[in-house]
């Protein structure tokens, strides 16, 4: 059975850095595309970066982008989501996903979900 469980939310002053962790469970996320997807109050869930399966190559949106690194350790089957920088408008539920095949920014291109963790940003 496929699960993926996200931790490391929690609440950060503007400028500060949170770690969140995606562990994969039932599939080995080898070369599987692995990505970071976030959804704040009232607006639709966003691709916030994404690791191919295919290619091993990192997107970033460009709201993240030099904030934000994304990783995968394959012994540990285990994805991360550095955020440095951080803003208030990084606030929002931030879930992992997978999916076969290449990067896509559409939510109903996924086939497996987290719950998802919480991430404020505020003072």
């Known amino acids: 059975q496929v699960q993926l469980v996200e931790s490391g939310g929690g609440l950060a002053q503007p400028g500060g850095s949170l770690r969140l962790s995606c562990a994969a469970s039932g599939f080995t996320l080898d070369y599987y595309t692995m990505s970071w997807f976030r959804q704040a109050p009232g607006k639709e869930r966003e691709v916030v970066s994404c690791i191919s399966g295919l290619s091993g190559n990192t997107q970033y949106a460009d709201s993240v982008k030099g904030r934000f690194t994304a990783s995968r350790d394959n012994a540990e089957n285990t994805v991360y989501l550095q955020m440095d920088s951080l803003k208030p408008e990084d606030t929002a539920l931030y879930y992992c996903?997978?999916?076969?095949?290449?990067?896509?920014?559409?939510?109903?291109?996924?086939?497996?979900w987290g719950q998802g963790t919480q991430v404020t940003v505020s003072s």
């Open positions: 996903a997978t999916r076969e095949g290449s990067c896509s920014a559409f939510v109903n291109d996924y086939d497996y």
